[in-house]
């Protein structure tokens, strides 16, 4: 048997990971020959080293995708007089981690089914409106189907796809169908049949929902890197079908095999946004304050102290646990400082009477005396306002918050620095954001980093202008390495010539990210109570809101509701002006956003009913109206149309209603994907 991998790869960075070359090794064990097509140009100590690693590197310029990549190696690279030397072929890319077994256990298994003439790793199960479909960042084609004129024919005429959306629907949705029509067999190593009995034929791709009980149970090798940037908001692998126990479990289950997950993370964190990452891997540590084994004499604990609210207590608590070459401590006030020294009258304390003062001082410090130690403590405690210096407010639960998540209680410390240890990946541990009043609205903080800054620093790639914001916070712990000259430098420059000081803590996350460090959240197990319970309360309340609708309320549909008010509340005064001039409406749809748009009280009394297309089955009425179907509708000049389908069922059926209304009388709700 003698097989030839086809190994596609990309980055834009020019950069192979460590993970490349560990898959190369691995898939020696079952091939004669790799040859790596690099859609990408490679810098030179990586091509080197690449080139050390397979059989040969064919350089192209990225046209077509992974399709344009095999098109061009097969009939412009190796030709095929070679590649009809070989048994088979292995198509791939490095879109996936792995192997977590050795391959030749999948290879051997599917040796014994002789009669396929193609294979997949994976497949989708496909439903009564989809098939199933070949996944192909990894599948092998055997010399039935290699030496046949079909397979020719298909290469050769294989147009370079323009766009990420073609190459899915047209390459890989379409490359099983097209050879299974020829009179090919083909199956995937892994079955995601007897799942799909299980959810009602439900499309289910395996790799997306069940990755780590198909690792477990099916020996499957690999991991989808796309797994740690999944859009929990999608209709397809979101929240409304799962949570992220499969993930997470997964990520357990690596720490028992023998896969370098620092390969992993290398990767991910380069290329991912954090943002992304944080959301999929849910990296919120619960820290205990007893059982601490590990003591690190090589810390520095900055505290910049603004009430006095937790001077007896915390504080106290914080020096009795910290010796005072540990510690450097800031206070906004004389007055502070004579009731902190009238409490302990030990400490050194330092008087900045602005948060600007004391940054410059604490980072010139740190700057001056930052190799002495291997890991920072920064407390920023919140300023309460006047007013709210009683324990029973908003603002003294906030600083709590802050001195309870970042200091803790007895072994508290040494826990959070232990997970530096553990974790190398770690380069910032976070205290999780206040949820309760009026910070409930920093869920949805957007990236608001100053552009200028953020180039001076060299982050400007890593940060998403259209996401929220990583995780950060005020008061955070930081490997010393990454407090480098660059970063040191750069703070102090923008503390000289800019006011928003914000910036400062908002851009370490993507700072750390940049020298290749992840940001964790860590919390206390008393402050996890709390916010478990918070969180349930602010859904009780919000769901509570969508009661009088008549559907049954779950995750999907709630976050269809949002979706759906967003887009009204942005498009309300283009709405309100067309029923300005259409006293009456029709509403496309008879499904969730059409259910959802019938209770907004500005179309709620003009409906005259309800619209399906001719080729639908409908029911008789829906909501109290009736549902006729599109051929039925004729408006006068004073009624219109209003599209209450999503993003994909609009543009399907939008050239059809253009064709046979005025556009005057329709108006696209378009609630997205």
Known sequence: MKRLALFLIYDKQGIIDDYIAYLIDAMKVVC????????????P????????????????????????????????????????????????????????????EMFTKMEQKKELDFWSVTKSSGNTDVGEILQTYFFVVRSNMLRSKAFYDYWTKMPYYRTFKDAVTKYERKFALYFSNKGFKWDSYIDPLIYTNQLNNQYMSPYHCLPFEIIKNQRYPFIKKKLFSLD???????LH????????????????????????????????????????????RIVPKDGGKFENETKLIVVYLTNEAFINDRLQ?????????????????????????????????????????????????????????????????????????KLYTSGVSTAWNTWENMFGEREYINNILSLFVKYNRYGVLVVPKSIHGEHVIDLCEKNGIQRKFANRLNVGEYIERDR?????????????????EEFLLGVLDYLNTNKKLVDIFKIIPYYAQKKGYYTAVVQSELHNRTVEKTMELYCRNLIKGLENLDIKLDYAIFAYFFKVLTLYTTNIHKLAMFLEKKKKVYIYGCGLIARLVSNFDIIENRCNGYV??????????????????????????????????????????????????????????????
């Not at 004669?32 to 810098?43: A, E, F, G, H, T």
């Not at 126990?245 to 992993?264: A, M, V």
């Not at 929220?468 to 480098?484: C, N, T």
């Not at 005057?664 to 378009?670: E, G, L, R, T, V």
């Open 612 to 673: 399906v297309s001719d080729n639908k089955k409908k029911q008789n009425t829906f909501c109290g109206k009736p549902v006729i179907y599109l051929s039925e509708v004729n408006l006068t000049d004073d009624e219109g149309i209003l599209i209450a389908l999503n993003h994909k069922h609009s543009n399907e059926v939008k050239d059809t209603l253009v064709a046979r209304f005025d556009e005057k009388s329709i108006f696209w709700i378009d609630a997205g994907e």
């Open 317 to 389: 608590s914080l020096l009795d646990r910290v010796k005072q070459k540990d510690l450097r401590v800031y206070c906004d006030s004389d007055r502070l400082k004579n009731i902190i020294n009238s409490v302990n009258s030990s400490i050194n304390i330092i008087t900045k009477k602005t948060k600007r003062d004391f940054l410059k001082d604490a980072f010139e410090y740190i700057k001056l005396n930052k190799d002495k130690w291997e890991y920072v403590g920064f407390l920023t405690e919140p300023k309460i306002k006047v007013g709210e210096e």
């Open 232 to 238: 929990y908001r999608s209709n397809e692998y979101g």
């Open 32 to 43: 004669d020959d790799i040859v790596v097509i690099s859609n990408s140009k490679l810098l």
């Open 45 to 104: 100590q990586y091509e080197k080293m690449l080139a050390t690693k397979c059989s040969e590197i064919y350089f192209r310029e990225n046209k077509g995708y992974d399709a344009g990549g095999f098109k061009d190696a097969i009939c412009e690279h190796i030709g095929w007089n070679r590649l009809y030397k070989y048994d088979e072929v292995i198509f791939m890319n490095d879109s996936f981690f792995g192997p977590l077994f050795s391959l030749d």
């Open 468 to 484: 929220y914001i990583a995780d950060y916070s005020e008061s955070f712990w930081i490997r010393s390495s990454v407090l480098d």
């Open 241 to 284: 079908k799962y949570s992220r126990n499969e993930f997470l479990s997964l990520l357990e289950y690596l720490n028992g095999t023998n896969y370098p997950e620092e390969y992993i993370w290398a990767n991910i964190i380069r290329i991912y946004g954090l943002r992304d990452i944080q959301d999929n891997c849910c990296d919120y």
